[in-house]
């Protein structure tokens, strides 16, 4: 199995692709709320850095911020009664730290970072950095050290 040579450390190979305060409307009666809606974002990547932060304090037993799926734009058949989503990936997003969000390369590269946070939060605070450094196997990281010292 080849193993993909990657850069998290880089700092510039990884690029915001939400960030973001949400927050829950006003209910119908009063002291109460209306869930905040889900968000869905183009990503390019296969690899997403995704961190929650609750704005007003929560009980310690609350440790969900939300939960991240990326998922692909595909439609196998035109008379299916589906969404054209196929979910590739989805976790659970502690509070207070990143989480790797990742899943396998599948062409096309563009994927769909849909993040849902739960009903019983008011408010929260998220970040998503897709990661979009080199990519690259062992293999193919030797045979371009060849190529180079042949030139």
Known sequence: MLEPVLDLYGGTSWNYVFRRTLEARDGPVPNTFLPIPSEI???N???VLIGCKPILSVPPTWRVGCWASLNLNLLPDTQ???PPFVQVARQAIAFNIFSLLTCPKYPPQTFF???D???WLESVYIEAL???GP???RESQQ???ILQKLN
Do not use: G, M, W
């Open 45 to 47: 990547s296969n690899l």
């Open 143 to 145: 045979i371009a050290e």
């Open 41 to 43: 974002v183009v990503c």
């Open 130 to 132: 897709a990661y979009d």
């Open 113 to 115: 970072l849909k993040l």
């Open 135 to 137: 990519y690259t196997t």
């Open 117 to 119: 946070i739960p009903h």
């Open 80 to 82: 299916t009664e589906f």
